[in-house]
């Protein structure tokens, strides 16, 4: 499948995107987008090689990758993003689009079916990263308060080990989480020098507008979307599987449970790779 290349002027950004696929479709099919947090185009790679039947657009978040942001604001908003999203999809003439969204992807695409819900036909929603649906969302905000400590004390390296160690705990944030010492970065392989920069899209507070976004539960379930809330068979019980359910029971569903890991549909080219084949089989399940 031919892949082309685009950018759309909006205010504060030059976005780009990519469509891999005919426009409009060649089967009349809506557009399947696939977006993520802080995973721009280039991590959907393998899982779009898996559509060939499928016109996939995919696309860098503002301020993310080849998106640069021209109003120099360094936040992640998930209702900015959405608006983003709203736009893009005007401008490629697209009715009702489907729609994989992962992780703080899966944040902004629940916002775009709340603020426009006649965008999006169906919505797979992976593992959305909101603390605000967790019994422990208070000790949620505390564990990503540390990592963000840890970061901001001795840099990413630092700073991932300490989201690694968040993001592989089990169960509800109790005080044995926080009693542990942060992880030394040289177990996970990554360097223990710092780098200096504190820019990091996930482990600075840029990024904390998504883990505090709050879903409008009415909206959501008014829309005409059909909303698929996923988490992945390794997450039972940690931190994302936890948020997945959370969501999943506001609206009122049961979640789906996709192959693999947080990042299932990744590539081998990604460090930590998941199940591309089967999750895009599920994927393919799912979507109808």
Known sequence: MTQTTHTLALPGVDLVYDVTGPLPAADGRPLLFMIGQP???DG??????????RTVVTYDPRGLGRSVRTDGVATDSP??????LHRLAEALGAG?????????G???ALE???THPGDIAVLVAHEPPINAVLPDAEAANRARAR?????EANGSGAGMAAFIAMTSWKGEFTEDYFAQPDPDPAMFGMPTEDDGRRDDPLLSRRAWAITDYRPDAAALSAAPTRIVVGVGEESAETYTARTAEGVAALLGHEVTVFPSHHGGFVGGDSGYAGKPAEFA???REVLG
């Open 281 to 283: 089989a599920k994927l």
């Open 96 to 104: 009702p689009v489907d729609v994989f969204a992962s992780s703080g």
């Open 147 to 151: 990592f963000n400590a840890a970061y």
């Open 39 to 41: 995973m721009a185009a």
């Open 106 to 108: 899966a944040v902004t």
């Open 44 to 53: 959907f790679r393998a899982l779009a090689a898996h559509f060939p039947d």
């Open 112 to 114: 775009w079916v709340s």
């Open 79 to 84: 209702q900015e993003q959405a608006a983003d």
